[in-house]
C-alpha cells in the first residue's frame, strides 16, 4: 500500500475473506500523522445511482480536504447530470491542494452503472498528480486496466498477495489466537485454507472453543466454507 503514492490507482480486488477492507484500515491508521488527505468512502447497492455516488464521493473529499468540490454539488442536481462538468470543477481545485489526496472506495462491486463507470474513467483519465484512488472490490471493475497497467500508472493487489504465508499463519494462530499449535500443524492449515483468512479464522475458533476433533476436521472447513461464503455474498467473512 506504500506504493500507492506512485499510481493513479491502486486496485485491491480479492474475493470475500481475504481482509481487503482490514488492510485499508491498518494503511490508513499508518498513515495518520502524515501530510495526507484520505477520504474514505463505503459503498453499497444504492450507491449505482450517479447522482448519489457523486454527490458522496464529492463529500467525502470535503470530509478531507474542506471546500473542495463545493462549486460541484449544485451541477450534481441538475437533470440530466452533466457528469463532465462537476468533475472537470472537482479535478481543478483537487490541482490546487498542495499535498497528498487519497480517495478510497471500498466495495465498488456492489456499484453497477456505465454512467457512474465512465464518471470514473474520466476520473482517473485526469487526476492530477498529487491525488491518487484506491478501490476495493471483490471482482475487476470494466476499466482500461491495460493501458494504465502498460502506462505505469496501476498498482494491483490480488487474493496472492493477501494470503497469509506459512509464517504469518504461525504468528496468527500462535501469537493472535494463542493456540500455540506445532510447525507442521500450522502448515497443514495453511496448505489446505491456501492461506484464506476467513478460513483460518474459523479453524482457529473452532480450536480454540473445542467444537471439533482436533486439527483434520478444522483443516477440512477450509475450501467448503470459502465455497460457501463466497457464493453467499461473503455476509460472514472480512471484506
Known amino acids: 500500500m506504500r506504493r500507492s503514492a506512485e499510481s493513479r490507482l491502486t486496485l485491491l480486488s480479492a474475493p470475500a475473506g481475504?481482509?481487503?477492507?482490514?488492510?485499508?484500515?491498518g494503511w490508513l491508521r499508518e498513515?495518520?500523522?502524515?501530510?495526507r488527505c484520505v477520504a474514505w468512502?463505503?459503498?453499497?447497492?444504492?450507491d449505482s445511482d450517479p447522482v448519489s455516488f457523486w454527490t458522496y464521493v464529492v463529500t467525502a473529499l470535503q470530509t478531507a480536504v474542506p471546500g473542495v468540490g463545493s462549486a460541484a454539488l449544485k451541477p450534481i442536481?441538475?437533470?440530466?447530470?452533466?457528469?463532465d462538468l462537476v468533475l472537470s470543477t472537482v479535478l481543478n481545485e483537487l490541482a490546487a491542494v498542495q499535498h497528498g489526496v487519497w480517495l478510497v472506495l471500498d466495495d465498488y462491486h456492489l456499484v453497477e452503472s456505465q454512467d457512474v463507470r465512465d464518471g470514473m474513467v474520466f476520473l482517473l483519465d485526469h487526476l492530477p498528480p498529487q491525488v491518487h484512488v484506491v478501490?476495493?472490490?471483490?471482482?475487476?471493475?470494466?476499466?482500461?486496466?491495460?493501458?494504465?497497467?502498460v502506462r505505469g500508472e496501476l498498482l494491483e493487489i490480488r487474493a496472492a498477495d493477501l494470503r497469509f504465508t506459512s509464517e504469518e499463519a504461525g504468528s496468527y494462530f500462535n501469537g493472535?489466537?494463542?493456540?500455540?499449535?506445532?510447525?507442521?500443524?500450522?502448515a497443514a492449515l495453511e496448505q489446505r485454507t491456501e492461506g484464506w483468512i476467513a478460513a483460518l479464522q474459523l479453524a482457529a475458533l473452532s480450536r480454540r472453543a473445542g467444537r471439533c476433533r482436533g486439527l483434520r476436521r478444522a483443516v477440512r472447513w477450509g475450501r467448503p466454507v470459502r465455497r460457501r461464503l463466497s457464493g453467499r455474498g461473503g455476509a460472514q467473512a472480512s471484506a
Not at 77 to 83: F, G, I, K
Not at 176 to 186: F, I, P, R, S, T
Open 41 to 46: 468512502l463505503s459503498l453499497d447497492s444504492a
Open 31 to 35: 498513515a495518520q500523522g502524515e501530510v
Open 176 to 186: 493472535v489466537a494463542g493456540l500455540g499449535l506445532e510447525a507442521a500443524e500450522v
Open 77 to 83: 442536481a441538475s437533470s440530466p447530470l452533466p457528469t
Open 18 to 25: 481475504f481482509g481487503k477492507t482490514t488492510l485499508l484500515a
Open 135 to 149: 478501490i476495493s472490490t471483490r471482482a475487476d471493475p470494466d476499466f482500461p486496466l491495460p493501458r494504465w497497467r
